[in-house]
């Protein structure tokens, strides 16, 4: 599990208590030589925390918050499992995170986790400041503000990233590969609440974009799959891409809509090597008549990859895209436990594939491996300065991959501003209607940028959605 700038968190995670196999099974127990026992503290243990309260509140030169004190224990017990995906949540913290998975809340749009001590970005969230800005899974993000990130909890260094609508968080980000870290400034905004949308493309084939997996996203799914239907549906491209999980039983309901009843969707795997089987059941439960082809990308993470991994080996799904995250384990938050409305959520098991492959940290390999053009990784243009002729830097290769995108193209790629590159902006200039200088200021910085946003929103920009729906098209000719 990892947090959000947009909130809280987002990927697989089970219902807020003990689930049913640690029950049936029961829990370790201590013994004389000290093994861990969910009784919690022994006597001694407490003893020894007690003794450092003691000695922080009678001995140290400041005055110290004890709710902070305790916190911070809670966090630095989980930050000793060296597990990114186990983390503790405060009250205010833990209410954000309620909001999430609920399908409401504001921000940049960004599910993040801390990797090796740093903040990494999982994935954006589609239409998402993040998204808008050019904010790429994998990004690292340094400072937001001018306040450095480093050091901080993953919880504190969303509170940082956090904000109010229409307030601005610019963000100094190092992207693998790069030499520099680059900057990029967001305007905070609500986020959707709908994670589902469908349209009906000609031939009968729909698409069905599914953003993340909250609770509502199930009845959904459900919706428009019957709207489409109605209509006609002939064959089904299911869009995952940065889709980067969810809650579990909102996977697990949307994979039975598409699966017969009695086929594995997923497989758990308990810490005592124990392997069980979820099967797809429920309405309709006949699986469905018309070919599927599943759309991923490197930010399709969790239960997106559970949902298209079942898919693929239970339902015959055709997989088109990238290879994917590769998280394959399962969280549970505990927050009636504490007492005072604050969250542990803890890695209780691993996820399998139906046929018992783990993917952790290896992703699901796609059948049709498609990558986007290199100006779908393009991101903002710096505005605190003009980018002119002979100039060489990333943010030189960043304006040519966006000139790319926006159908004027320059002579090189590889970060020198070159003569080609000044006539290529001149001649965006001059189709803008903007002074035709041959320089990236601020306002043809602006205009490239949204120019580049509105032609990615169009369907044959997307080459992984044109593979998709020939694959679909191909399917239902067979």
């Given at each position: 599990m990892m947090l959000t700038a947009i909130g809280a968190g987002a990927l697989t995670w089970g219902a807020a208590q003990a689930p049913a196999w640690q029950a049936a099974s029961g829990t370790p127990s201590s013994s004389e030589s000290g093994t861990p026992?969910?009784?919690?503290?022994?006597?001694?243990?407490?003893d020894k925390l007690d003794k450092v309260m003691d000695l922080i509140g009678s001995r140290y030169m400041e005055p110290q918050d004890r709710k902070a004190l305790v916190d911070g224990a809670i966090q630095g017990m989980l930050d000793s499992l060296g597990d990114p995906y186990s983390v503790y949540m405060s009250k205010e913290e833990a209410a954000k995170f309620t909001d999430t998975t609920q399908g409401a809340f504001t921000g940049i749009g960004a599910d993040l986790k801390k990797e090796n001590g740093v903040i990494v970005v999982e994935s954006p969230i589609k239409g998402s400041?993040?998204?808008?800005?050019?904010?790429?899974?994998?990004?690292?993000?340094?400072?937001?503000?001018?306040?450095?990130?480093q050091g901080l909890t993953l919880s504190e260094a969303v509170a940082k990233i956090r904000g109010p609508k229409g307030t601005k968080a610019k963000l100094k980000v190092l992207r693998p590969g790069?030499?520099?870290?680059?900057?990029?400034?967001?305007?905070?905004?609500?986020?959707?609440?709908?994670t589902v949308e469908s349209e009906l493309?000609?031939?009968?084939?729909?698409?069905?974009?599914?953003?993340?997996?909250?609770?509502?996203?199930?009845?959904?799914?459900?919706?428009e799959l019957k709207a489409m239907e109605d209509k006609g549906?002939?064959?089904?491209?299911?869009?995952?891409?940065?889709?980067?999980?969810?809650?579990l039983e909102s996977t697990l309901k949307i994979a039975g809509q598409f699966i017969k009843t009695g086929q594995p969707v997923v497989r758990y795997e308990y810490s005592d090597g124990q392997q069980t089987s979820k099967m797809a059941e429920g309405t309709p439960g006949t699986g469905k008549p018309y070919p599927i082809v599943?759309?991923?990308?490197?930010?399709?993470?969790?239960?997106?990859?559970?949902?298209?991994?079942?898919?693929?080996?239970?339902?015959?799904?055709?997989?088109?895209?990238?290879?994917?995250?590769?998280?394959?384990?399962?969280?549970i938050s505990y927050d009636k436990e504490l007492g005072d409305g604050s969250l542990v959520k803890l890695t209780v098991f691993k996820w399998l594939l139906p046929d018992g492959t783990w993917i952790h940290h290896k992703g699901i390999q796609p059948d049709i491996r498609v990558s986007q053009p290199a100006y779908w990784m393009a991101s903002k243009l710096p505005r605190d300065r003009v980018l002119r002729r002979d100039e060489t830097g990333e943010e030189v290769a960043n304006l040519q991959r966006i000139l790319e995108g926006v159908d004027t193209p320059a002579d090189r790629s590889d970060g020198y501003f070159s003569e080609g590159t000044e006539k290529a902006v001149k001649a965006f200039q001059q189709r803008e209607r903007l002074p035709v200088?041959?320089?990236?200021?601020?306002?043809?910085?602006?205009?490239?940028?949204?120019?580049?946003y509105a032609e990615l929103q169009k369907p044959e920009k997307d080459e992984q959605l044109q593979a998709a729906l020939k694959e679909a098209r191909e399917l239902l000719a067979r």
């Amino acid at each position: 599990m990892m947090l959000t700038a947009i909130g809280a968190g987002a990927l697989t995670w089970g219902a807020a208590q003990a689930p049913a196999w640690q029950a049936a099974s029961g829990t370790p127990s201590s013994s004389e030589s000290g093994t861990p026992s969910a009784e919690g503290l022994r006597q001694d243990e407490l003893d020894k925390l007690d003794k450092v309260m003691d000695l922080i509140g009678s001995r140290y030169m400041e005055p110290q918050d004890r709710k902070a004190l305790v916190d911070g224990a809670i966090q630095g017990m989980l930050d000793s499992l060296g597990d990114p995906y186990s983390v503790y949540m405060s009250k205010e913290e833990a209410a954000k995170f309620t909001d999430t998975t609920q399908g409401a809340f504001t921000g940049i749009g960004a599910d993040l986790k801390k990797e090796n001590g740093v903040i990494v970005v999982e994935s954006p969230i589609k239409g998402s400041p993040a998204e808008r800005a050019g904010l790429q899974p994998r990004d690292v993000l340094l400072t937001v503000n001018g306040e450095s990130l480093q050091g901080l909890t993953l919880s504190e260094a969303v509170a940082k990233i956090r904000g109010p609508k229409g307030t601005k968080a610019k963000l100094k980000v190092l992207r693998p590969g790069a030499k520099e870290p680059m900057e990029l400034e967001l305007v905070r905004d609500r986020i959707s609440v709908e994670t589902v949308e469908s349209e009906l493309l000609q031939g009968g084939i729909g698409r069905l974009t599914i953003s993340q997996f909250s609770f509502p996203t199930a009845t959904q799914v459900q919706d428009e799959l019957k709207a489409m239907e109605d209509k006609g549906l002939k064959a089904l491209v299911i869009d995952l891409r940065n889709n980067p999980g969810g809650t579990l039983e909102s996977t697990l309901k949307i994979a039975g809509q598409f699966i017969k009843t009695g086929q594995p969707v997923v497989r758990y795997e308990y810490s005592d090597g124990q392997q069980t089987s979820k099967m797809a059941e429920g309405t309709p439960g006949t699986g469905k008549p018309y070919p599927i082809v599943v759309l991923v990308n490197k930010a399709s993470a969790s239960a997106a990859e559970i949902l298209a991994g079942a898919l693929k080996q239970s339902a015959g799904a055709v997989l088109v895209g990238e290879t994917t995250f590769g998280k394959g384990t399962v969280q549970i938050s505990y927050d009636k436990e504490l007492g005072d409305g604050s969250l542990v959520k803890l890695t209780v098991f691993k996820w399998l594939l139906p046929d018992g492959t783990w993917i952790h940290h290896k992703g699901i390999q796609p059948d049709i491996r498609v990558s986007q053009p290199a100006y779908w990784m393009a991101s903002k243009l710096p505005r605190d300065r003009v980018l002119r002729r002979d100039e060489t830097g990333e943010e030189v290769a960043n304006l040519q991959r966006i000139l790319e995108g926006v159908d004027t193209p320059a002579d090189r790629s590889d970060g020198y501003f070159s003569e080609g590159t000044e006539k290529a902006v001149k001649a965006f200039q001059q189709r803008e209607r903007l002074p035709v200088t041959g320089e990236v200021d601020e306002r043809t910085a602006d205009r490239l940028e949204s120019s580049l946003y509105a032609e990615l929103q169009k369907p044959e920009k997307d080459e992984q959605l044109q593979a998709a729906l020939k694959e679909a098209r191909e399917l239902l000719a067979r």
